[in-house]
Each structure stands twice: as C-alpha cells, then as structure tokens.
C-alpha cells in the first residue's frame, strides 16, 4: 500500500511521535512490503498522535476465532457491582497485535498510563458510558450534540 500523504501542519507532529516510539524500541525502520500507513489524529489533550492503518492487512491476515465481545454484553457483566477500577494505557493502540491464540492480544508490559488508571472508584468511564453502582449511563458531553 501507498504511503498516505500528511499535511504539511501534521508532519512535525508526526515526525516527533514517530522519533518517540522508535528511541522507546516500539517500532524500527522497516522497507518491508507489509509496512502500513499512519494517520494523525487528536487526543483528548489536543495533542497530535499517529495510529497505524491496518486495514489492508487485516483483509488478508488469517481471522481468530475468538471475537472481541460486544460492548453491550461487557457493560452486562458488571451490573450489580459496586466498586470498579480501570487502567488506562499509554500508547496502547501499538500493542495490540491480531492473529494470536487469542484473537486480540494486548501487551501491557510497562506501558501504564498512571493519570489514566483510577482503582476502588465507586463509578468510572467506560467508552462513553459511566459506569457505577446506580447503573450505566450515557456521558452528557457525548451526547450533547444530538440533544442540540
């Protein structure tokens, strides 16, 4: 596949998010036909990250069989419940890795996020929903422009 072209505004950016992944030994430089192409996106933070385009080697990479489990299902599991934890991951989006026993496997390793992981919390924030012991509900900033 065809390298994407970047704007010129995001190749600073991208330029400095791929100098960090490199030094921290996440990824080398590579001629290899299977390299995939990057995308610059903003974080929450307004920070300019990079996250990879698989989507071409996903159609020909042999699919697992065990699928992810529907979003739905795992807000299920926790009905009930009333004390809750989260952890969340920096650069995570780098270590997921298809094809493995286990459909998606995510290394961790050393890669916590700890401004982003929250332990013994009566309610947390689950992709897009909080989530606590009252029950799950709908974030009110993420649904703000349907409402207006």
């Known amino acids: 596949m065809r390298p994407r072209r970047l704007p010129l505004a995001h190749q600073e950016a991208a ?3 791929l100098q960090e992944v490199q030094q921290a030994g996440i990824i080398e430089p590579s001629e290899s036909p299977w ?3 990057i995308v610059m996106v903003p974080n929450k933070g307004g920070q300019w990250r990079f996250c990879v385009d698989y989507r071409w080697l996903n159609e020909v990479t042999r699919k697992g069989s065990y699928p992810l489990p529907r979003i739905d299902e795992v807000l ?4 009930g419940s009333s004390w809750f934890s989260s952890l969340g991951l920096r650069s995570g989006y780098l270590q997921l890795l298809r094809g493995s026993p286990g459909g998606l496997e995510l290394h961790v390793g050393e890669k916590l996020h ?3 992981c929250h332990f013994m919390r009566r309610a947390v924030v689950f992709l897009g929903h909080k989530v606590g012991e009252e029950g799950i509900s709908t974030m009110g900033d993420k649904v703000q422009a349907v409402r207006d």
């Open 15 to 17: 330029d400095k998010a």
């Open 114 to 116: 700890p401004g982003k």
């Open 35 to 37: 390299a995939s192409p």
């Open 76 to 79: 299920d599991l926790v009905t």
